[in-house]
């Protein structure tokens, strides 16, 4: 696909394509090809998933944090099913919370709902002998990364050998 030339009206009907095999709408992990060429025609991923009429999610800012006993308990959730992602140099900044029950996936969206005003993304997939799917609900927000590192000593990356619960500031 890379040495022909593509059209923006190519591009769309490879998406439409791309979502009834998928049954879902696309991500650009889905099909590096269709990314390249979204980037270099439309500008973004984003752009092409605008032009064939989806809903863009934009960047959502997480003003304020008040430690109440639902902030203690996603800290809780955090430390001992979650992880944190803090990269300066790629701007990445993440936190994920992982489940393999349906009903605490929902009660995690709403309380991150209720907390941080945040819709939070979801992936699910299919791991090892595990019947159910595990759910990664995920957070991306500079600031709350850089406040619960900060404020609540919670590290980046591994941390399950060092990470002692936070005490009530």
């Known amino acids: 696909m890379k040495n022909k030339k593509i059209s923006k009206n190519e591009l769309i009907r ?15 992990r889905d099909d590096n090809s269709l990314n390249y ?35 203690a308990y996603f800290l809780g959730l ?29 009660m995690l969206l709403a309380l991150i709902k209720e907390l941080f005003d945040y819709k939070a993304g979801v992936s699910q997939r299919i791991c090892g002998f ?17 406040t619960i590192i900060k404020d609540y000593n919670i590290s980046a990356g591994p941390k399950s050998l060092n990470c002692v619960v936070p005490k009530k500031n």
């Open 78 to 106: 955090l430390i001992t099913d979650g992880h944190i992602v803090c990269n300066n140099d790629l701007k990445k900044y993440q936190l994920a919370i992982y489940t393999s029950y349906f009903e605490e996936k929902e």
């Open 130 to 146: 595990n019947k159910r799917p595990n759910f990664e609900i995920r957070i991306t927000s500079k600031n709350l990364v850089k």
């Open 37 to 71: 060429y979204a980037r270099k025609i439309l500008g973004s991923w984003n752009n092409l998933i605008k032009s064939v009429g989806y809903k863009i999610k934009v960047n959502q800012e997480i003003k304020s944090i008040k430690f109440n006993e639902g902030f």
């Open 14 to 28: 490879r998406v439409a394509v791309l979502e009834r095999r998928l049954n879902r709408k696309p991500r650009k």
